[in-house]
DNA sequence: AGCACGCCGACT
DNA sequence: GTCGGCGTGCTC
């Protein structure tokens, strides 16, 4: 058995195996693997098809099945409930086989026959949640222990995920409306389930003959070093290892085995060789008064094992990271192990050497790793071998033994809500796991989340708050131009003449610029001058975007692609023109206005190759790039002292966004856009070009006041009644039939509102409505929210309706329990 | 999610 | 007369 076992069983399993020991005699007779009754069996399977026995009737088949539940009764058997990757609510129960009674666990999967059909149904693989006696199955209400199916095979030879870790997946599978078995199946990566990284290889030991034959010499000289090698190291060992230590070919071994000297052990084994990378070490740093008070709080925490969420309010330079630093060195100082959630976009080797830097042993998880890196660092941190995990949203399932604190960095960012099913929020999941661990959350964001403020404010969430900068450093000025009149914006540039001029100045002062343009492509628009029509894409309800680079027109939604006809296909006029920028074409006019300064674009276009991202940071922060343009990309977690000017190109393409929360994305892109600049005594200022300086959003970012913002908007939302005032559930409905996708979000609305009045639950029903884009994908979708104050009725209520709603046929629909993505 | 079951239209 | 359409409802 590997290592992993002994770390993965869990308490509650271990307890489950227990009360189940000790276990009846065997009958001899009893089929074990590798019987001959089983043996024959497949034999006779193989020849089947000359000689098949006539098809049992359905009597017989019943009357057999009634049998191996009553013998499985008599004989003190055992069932395992198992969950499937499918949208089911429920587990189901199995008859364990009696060889597979000592594999069985909570935490394994398995394979089982589901669903009716020839055979039984098909063959699935489900986790197993639970092993009992099959009596307990019989005693409860409408079971039909006759109708229970067998267990056909364990798949894992140790548990995958421990009891905590199951509870908090049925948590999650019933938070989130989704099933338990589709939980598990997301929780686990692929790469751990195939067991990646690992293979099954040959060892050799000696036998008792072995070390009799070696006493009374008479082996061969060869043999007799190969076997004093095999002994003298103590546990089973390679060939190839006998064969360096005793100066011989791996043919002996082989011949001390079919003598009978040496036997084989077959074990699971590590096959992963990763290099380690130099790590320059670090300096240690003084805590500033604010930083330490931040800490003594949550040390206190620590200290008395006690669950509780602190946000961390901290402006950009305030020197968050170390206060995370302080704290998880203060858990691996207890032997416990920390996670570290950051946005997947921040997941660069500079994020990562921050903590390399500090902790001997740092585990990563995100979505670059191949299957066997990433399962390698999921067996060392079940193992315990780690102190700290640093990774994206799944890392939250970390299989950490002794959690001791969950940290999560830019706690704000919509990347920490999974778009798929399971459609979680991390922060909701940490929040679970630690209350149940007993162990403290750390929030950190300088902009967070009104849902986060709201909490912190109530009392739910802890405020701990870094207003000012280490070194004393200001924040950057920031500077709103409204560009509606601006002469040069007017002859269709994007950069208007403040700006223009600020990126003069600062590159003739050997500073560095970053221009901040959330819109890929070269044209967001191709525009009919004649009809005012856009180019559409076909499938979706989007306008295409014109990529000259690739000179064709690409929507942003779906895969589609093509070439711009040369008449607008709506009239027919020649008037076809491109419109707005991209940031293609603000990388064109940024070169022809400043033709002397070196620029580098980062995009999703411009970053296809791996290892490009980093490529360009590395010339950025040597200053071989004065001028760095891009998306997203580039407004998160970089820290360049040399950048004297950060520019928004643009602050409203955010801010239109048919979205409730469009003004808080606003807010904390300006924010998070300005913290990349005045990180050193040379200072910095940032300029955000805008056609609504007077929005809310706008002129609060540029004052650095989040207070006034959330004031301001914290009031919107109650007006609204929108979170976090009350809790949303979305439900899309999608097909290819616009009226009959509209007529069933009618009816299932209308249910659900019927069933909420009949039951007197206070859930508000909201739309339906066309979804913001229409049709996505050839499917038109509409969409409704539930919304309610307590989570707790909006989850009652869709558990009873909706398995009145039919499933299949040619309009299907997703449930999104708090949801981020309103598109 | 599949997928087998059942009840209504165009073919030999 | 049947084959096959896809709406409906289970799956231990």
């Known amino acids: 058995m590997v290592a992993r076992t002994a770390t993965l069983s869990t308490d ?156 908090l997946s049925r948590w999650i599978a019933e938070y989130y409306l989704c099933g338990w078995g589709q939980v598990l199946s997301s929780v686990v990566p692929a790469g751990v389930k195939r067991n990646a990284g690992t293979r099954e290889l040959v060892f050799y030991r000696p036998t008792e003959t072995g070390r009799a034959a070696l006493d009374a010499g008479s082996l061969t000289k060869k043999q007799r070093a190969a076997m004093a090698a095999i002994i003298d190291a103590g546990e089973p060992v390679r060939a190839d290892y006998v064969a360096s230590k005793a100066d011989c070919g ?70 968050k990271t170390e206060v995370y630093i302080r704290a998880i060195k203060e858990v691996v100082e207890y032997g ?35 299957d066997a890196e990433r399962s390698k660092h999921w067996r060392d941190i079940a193992a315990g071998r780690v102190e700290v995990v640093v990774g994206a949203r799944s890392a939250i399932f970390a299989p950490c033994q002794h959690l001791g604190l969950v940290i999560i960095d830019e706690e704000h960012e919509s ?48 405020l701990l708050s870094l207003l000012r900068r280490v070194g004393k450093l200001p924040l950057p000025p920031v500077v709103t131009v409204d560009v509606r009149n601006d002469p040069q914006v007017r002859k269709g540039r994007a ?33 009919c001058r004649a009809c005012g029509a856009s180019l559409m894409c076909p499938d979706c309800d989007v306008s295409l975007t014109w990529h000259r680079d690739k000179g064709r027109a690409v929507c942003h939604s779906c895969a ?35 033709p002397d300064a070196t620029i580098a674009r980062m995009d999703s276009d411009s970053m296809r190759k791996p290892g490009s991202h980093d490529e360009v940071l590395t010339r950025f922060r040597h200053s071989e790039i004065d001028i760095l343009l891009g998306t997203q990309m580039i407004a998160k977690g970089l820290d360049f002292p040399n950048v004297t000017l950060v520019g928004v ?41 805008s056609s609504n300086p007077a929005e809310p959003a706008i002129r609060r970012a540029a004052g650095h006041d989040y207070l006034g913002f959330v004031a301001d908007e914290l009031r919107d939302r109650w007006d609204m009644s929108y979170p976090p005032y009350r809790r949303l559930c979305r439900v899309i409905l999608r097909g290819p039939d616009e009226a009959a996708v509209k007529r069933r979000a009618n009816e299932m609305a209308n249910a659900l509102s019927a069933a909420a009045k009949s039951r007197n639950l206070p859930v508000q029903i909201l739309g339906p409505a066309p979804c913001a884009v229409a049709r996505l994908q050839k499917n038109w979708r509409f969409h409704f929210q539930l919304s309610a104050e307590n989570p707790a009725d909006v989850r009652s209520l869709w558990r009873t309706v909706e398995p009145e709603f039919p499933t299949g046929g040619d309009v299907d629909f997703v449930v999104d329990m708090d949801p981020l993505n309103m598109r």
């Open 560 to 594: 589609h692609e093509q070439t711009v006809p040369r008449a607008c296909p709506g009239c027919g006029a020649h008037e076809l023109k491109y419109v707005g920028v991209g940031t293609q074409k603000l990388e064109e006019e940024v070169k022809q206005v400043f």
């Open 415 to 462: 990347t920490f809500k999974q778009d798929s099913v399971p459609r979680y929020h991390a922060r909701e999941v940490a929040e679970k796991r630690c209350r149940e661990a007993g162990v403290p959350l750390i929030l950190g964001s300088a902009t967070p989340t009104l849902e986060s403020w709201h909490a912190a404010q109530e009392g739910r969430y802890r």
């Open 649 to 689: 190109v643009d602050a409203d393409t955010q801010l239109h966004q048919p979205d409730p929360r469009a003004g808080e994305r606003t807010f904390q892109l300006i924010a998070q856009v300005a913290g990349r600049t005045g990180r050193s005594s040379r200072g910095g200022r940032v300029y955000v070009q």
């Open 12 to 167: 509650a399993a271990d307890a489950k195996m227990d009360r189940m020991e000790p276990s009846p005699p065997h009958p001899p007779e009893a089929d074990a693997p590798g019987s001959p009754l089983e043996t024959g069996s497949s034999a006779g399977k193989e020849q089947g098809a000359l000689f098949d026995p006539p098809e049992p009737t359905a009597e017989e088949i019943a009357a057999g099945a009634a049998m191996a539940w009553e013998i499985a009764a008599a004989e003190d058997r055992v069932v395992a409930d198992v969950v499937l990757n499918k949208p089911l609510m429920d587990a189901y129960t199995y008859l364990v086989p009696e060889n597979l009674r000592d594999e069985i666990a909570p935490g394994r999967r398995v394979r089982v026959p589901f669903g009716r059909g020839p055979r039984g149904g098909r063959s699935e693989t489900g986790f197993v949640v639970a092993v009992r006696p099959v009596e307990e199955y019989a005693n409860e209400r409408g079971s039909k222990p006759e109708r229970l199916k067998t267990i056909d095979r364990v798949l894992d030879e140790a548990p995958l995920v421990d009891a905590k870790m199951l509870e």
């Open 250 to 319: 791996v043919g002996v071994v082989t011949s001390l085995k079919h003598k009978g000297f040496a036997e084989q052990v077959r074990k699971r084994t590590d096959v992963t060789e990763f290099d380690d990378v130099a790590i320059e070490p670090w300096e240690e740093l003084v805590a500033t008064d604010e930083q330490q008070a931040a800490l003594d709080t949550i040390l206190a925490a620590l200290r008395g094992q006690e669950y509780a969420t602190f946000l961390l309010h901290g402006v950009t330079g305030s020197g």
């Open 495 to 527: 950069i208007g003449r403040q700006l223009s001029n600020a990126v003069k100045a600062a590159i003739e002062d050997g500073g560095q610029v970053i221009l901040f343009l959330n819109l890929r492509g070269f044209s967001p628009a191709v525009w």
């Open 336 to 370: 416990r192990q920390a996670i570290v959630l950051v946005p997947e976009i921040a997941l660069t080797p500079q994020t990562i050497r921050r903590f390399r830097q500090r902790f001997e042993r740092v585990a990563v998880l995100h979505s670059h790793l191949s």
